[in-house]
């Protein structure tokens, strides 16, 4: 490892950083005010994607295996000490989103975030029709049908189940139904 070129490494992931948690921001600032915008009341519960988390482990192993051979390299370079670094800032990254769209359960409605893509699904109480567990390895896959055949599915841990499950039911009405693999 060749320490005089770290430095360097580190100001390029640092810019690359910048412009990471800038496009951050902004995003979530754009995700705030639609948010808002749905008038689905207040917070009441929120889940962390229990899929997302198992990715965001698997990343960071990827990040460290990158790592071990970027800096253990015999042709040490700037841009082979920056990597590890810029995957580490964007693996930050992605665990910020993770944590900024947790599913929502909030006073009026369900609010379904997606971490990779932009904008929320608002499912009303009102309009669920069924609810459906299906319990998996890791974690329990939850698909809520509406009156208008529209379905959503998000993943939560197994822990989160039951709370879930009892806010749901005491919000809509709705039994949930539940399968095991």
């Known amino acids: 490892m060749d320490f005089t070129l770290l430095p360097y490494g580190a100001y390029v992931a640092f810019a690359f950083s910048c412009i990471l948690f800038g496009g ?33 482990m698997v990343a960071s192993l990827i990040v460290v295996l990158i790592g071990y051979f970027a800096y253990t ?6 841009w082979l000490y920056a990597l590890p670094l810029i995957g580490l800032a964007q693996l930050v990254q992605l665990c910020m989103r993770l944590y900024f769209q947790r599913l929502r ?19 009303p109480y009102d309009n669920i029709r069924d609810v459906e567990f299906d319990r998996r390895t890791l974690w329990t896959q939850v698909t809520i049908a509406t009156m208008h055949d529209e379905q959503a599915t998000f993943r939560i841990f197994r822990a989160s189940e039951h709370s879930f499950r009892r806010r749901v039911y005491t919000l809509s009405g709705i039994v949930a139904s539940t399968q095991t693999e």
Do not use: C, M, N
């Not at 754009?30 to 009341?41: F, P």
């Not at 390299?73 to 700037?78: A, G, L, Q, V």
């Open 73 to 78: 390299s015999s042709k040490p370079s700037i």
């Open 105 to 123: 359960v909030r006073t009026h409605a369900i609010v379904v975030r997606y971490v990779l893509r932009s904008g929320a699904r608002v499912i």
């Open 24 to 56: 951050l921001a902004y995003r979530q600032i754009l995700d705030g005010l639609d948010l808002r915008a749905t008038k689905s009341g207040e917070d009441l519960e929120s889940y962390i994607s229990a899929s997302g988390v198992f990715y965001a």
